[in-house]
């Protein structure tokens, strides 16, 4: 089991950043490998999750149609740290966002978030028109 802890949410305009922090916990699980695929998923209000990015066992990453060109999913494996970069922030971008992990391999499917087992609690983001 992973413990997964988010943040580097907040408000800001619109056409502004942000960049999102998780870091890993790995003491529970005694599973000391840091390339498995994690991912990035949201939730607003009222609105099903949804798959933002994921990142995968070579660091190849994907992402939603919405976010790509404006966020960049990226990793340190010696921190064990997953990141966010979130730009030109839109209005529709406000959710919580949470990170997930670890799966072997990111699947075709990784946007549902089945092949994921570990959660964050979330960090909130907020965008100002």
């Known amino acids: 089991q992973l413990l997964l802890v988010e943040s580097g949410g907040g408000s800001v305009q619109s056409g502004g950043s942000l960049r999102l922090t998780c870091t890993v916990d790995?003491?529970?699980?005694?599973?000391?490998?840091?390339?498995?695929?994690m991912a990035w998923f949201r939730q607003a209000p009222g609105k099903e999750r949804e798959g933002v990015a994921s990142?995968?066992?070579?660091?190849?990453?994907h992402y939603t149609d919405s976010v790509k060109g404006r966020f960049i999913i990226s990793r340190d494996r010696r921190k064990d740290t997953l990141y966010l970069q979130m730009n030109s922030l839109k209005p529709e971008d406000t959710a919580m966002y949470y990170c997930?992990?670890?799966?072997?391999?990111?699947?075709?499917?990784?946007?549902?978030?089945?092949?994921?087992?570990?959660w964050g609690r979330g960090t909130q983001v907020t965008v100002s028109s």
């Open positions: 997930a992990g670890e799966s072997p391999y990111c699947s075709d499917s990784w946007w549902d978030g089945y092949d994921f087992r570990n």
């Open positions: 990142i995968d066992t070579v660091d190849a990453a």
């Open positions: 790995r003491s529970l699980s005694g599973y000391t490998d840091t390339s498995g695929c």
